[in-house]
T-cell receptor, first 117, second 110 residues
Framework: GAVVSQHPSRVICKSGTSVKIECRSL??????MFWYRQFPKKSLMLMAT?????????EQGVEKDKFLINHASLTLSTLTVTSAHPEDSSFYIC?????????????FGPGTRLTVL | GDSVTQMEGPVTLSEEAFLTINCTYT??????LFWYVQYPGEGLQLLLK?????DKGSNKGFEATYRKETTSFHLEKGSVQVSDSAVYFC?????????FGAGTRLTVKP
């Protein structure tokens, strides 16, 4: 089946630094990818929709200048958390629809645990 | 905008008990509906889906029927096992947009 990878799986950084998280579709092309944030014991929150070749679409309340998304190719989307602070500590997950249409089944990456000290 | 409302947890059941996790949605048009599951220490994975009204998705003994008249997609299983302990997310996809429910943590005790 379709596989989505994320790198790194875990990152610890100092407050004020930037962290880049990669999301790759390994055996299919994805013109659209989604980025989520999962809070402990709470919901999976959609942050933004990453579109290959165009700007990402951010959900209300998500700072686009803080969470930079670049969909550089049909198999890679990156999320950069700029000037990270402890409140940005969370579990970040990406997903991609294998058919290329968001309407279809999503395949999820394993997630990236970000800890900001 | 579109939204998903999911039964709050946590839910604790004994093995072989009947499970229902309620999910209702608000959406324009004709969304696809999904249940995703996250087992402890693992990533999210698709459990089942339905793409049009009256479709029934099923997998691993779980079932959910797309009910347009009640805008619902309740998850059911007749006899749960300890290995079903996980967090279950109801979701919809509509017009290149995804929405998730809050997630329901299920714990099944032997």
């Amino acid at each position: 089946g379709a596989v989505v990878s994320q790198h790194p799986s875990r990152v610890i950084c100092k407050s004020g630094t930037s962290v880049k998280i990669e999301c790759r579709s390994l055996d299919f092309q994805a013109t659209t990818m989604f980025w989520y944030r999962q809070f402990p014991k709470k919901s999976l929150m959609l942050m933004a929709t990453s579109n290959e070749g165009s700007k990402a679409t951010y959900e209300q309340g998500v700072e686009k200048d803080k969470f930079l998304i670049n969909h550089a190719s049909l198999t890679l989307s990156t999320l950069t958390v700029t000037s990270a602070h402890p409140e940005d500590s969370s579990f970040y997950i990406c997903s991609a629809p294998s058919s290329g249409r968001a309407h279809d089944t999503q395949y999820f990456g394993p997630g990236t645990r970000l800890t900001v000290l | 905008g579109d939204s998903v409302t999911q039964m709050e947890g946590p839910v604790t059941l004994s093995e072989e008990a009947f499970l229902t996790i309620n999910c209702t949605y608000t959406a324009t048009g004709y969304p696809s509906l999904f249940w995703y599951v996250q087992y402890p220490g693992e990533g999210l994975q698709l459990l089942l889906k339905a793409t049009k009204a009256d479709d029934k998705g099923s997998n691993k003994g779980f079932e959910a029927t797309y009910r347009k008249e009640t805008t619902s997609f309740h998850l059911e299983k007749g006899s749960v096992q300890v290995s079903d302990s996980a967090v279950y997310f109801c979701a919809l996809s509509n017009n290149n947009d995804m929405r998730f429910g809050a997630g329901t943590r299920l714990t099944v005790k032997p």
